[in-house]
């Protein structure tokens, strides 16, 4: 019986803190409904989360790494949100607030929200070098980007500040994956969209399929982070896809030809046969899954090729 007992117990414990991970959750678009519903399905399954975000949305900067205050928040590069809102995105915190810090809004003041006044990878190194280190005493198991409200596939995924993070962590050798839904999961008055909750669902669902095949070593390769994109209209039985990022330009930026200066975008179009990647596999309603490598070093076909092609210089 003892016996019985024991055997038991060593199940349980293999069951579940074997399978909890350490992660740091950040975006690009601050306090969302994505954010908050991806935050409670993992707390939902035993994970240890730590959320560090942008105090305003800053899609579009990419790697960029500038503070907008460095003491209390002001209004600066995001001057219109910040004067519109009286601080971060949705309340999180208000203006005059400590540069970083914890959220203070309510119902989010347990300690594990965080914002910055800063670009994207701003957050994702605060949580990293400072929230992760006093929780953790190292760095987390996994750090997750997203969910961005709206995909990131083709040509874009270069501006996306949710690659950016997934960048800048697996360039540290952090198992890194980078998610985005479509936009019919924004929600700025209760950030309970219920679509919010399908993309945490199926995300918490690929991390049980990763951790299944890793059992205690790590998530994904040094040097490989993942993107991930979700359907407009994502269902919990939305079938999934191994794909490459594609060539399809959907936001059609260019700059504009007179004042007030700065860019315009032609959203829309329809992915075609020779886009046939990422871009594709959202537009037919599937999850979209791609392997990214760190940076922007070329695959091995490509650096023979430019060795081959200088090496007489390189003899000299």
Known sequence: MNHRLLLGAGLAVCASPAFALNILLTNDDGLTSNLKALYDELKSNGHSVIVSVPCTGQSGRSG????????????????TQ???????????????????????????????????????????????????????????????????????VGKLVINSGTIGNAQFAAGRGIPAIALSAGNDTVDNTSLANANSKIVAQLTT???????????????LPTGLALNVNFPTGSTTSTAWAFSRQGTYDIYSLKFTSAAPWGITAAVGGTPTADQAEDEAVVYNKKVAVTAMQVGYEQRPAGQQWLRLRLRDLFAQ
């Not at 960029?64 to 995001?78: E, G, K, L, R």
């Not at 669902?205 to 998530?219: E, V, Y």
């Open 205 to 219: 669902k690929l991390l049980s399929a990763l951790q299944a095949k890793a059992g205690t070593s790590a998530l």
């Open 64 to 79: 960029a790494i500038v503070m907008y205050s460095t003491s209390t928040i002001i209004a600066d590069n995001d001057k």
């Open 82 to 152: 910040i004067e519109a809102e009286g601080g971060c995105h949705n309340g999180a915190a208000v203006t005059g607030a400590p540069a970083v810090g914890p959220f203070t809004k309510s119902g989010y003041t347990g300690g594990d929200f965080n914002y910055v006044h800063g670009t994207p990878v701003m957050a994702t190194m605060y949580g990293l070098d400072v929230l992760a280190t006093a929780r953790w005493g190292k760095a987390p198991d996994l750090v997750l980007s997203g969910p961005n409200e709206g995909q990131n």
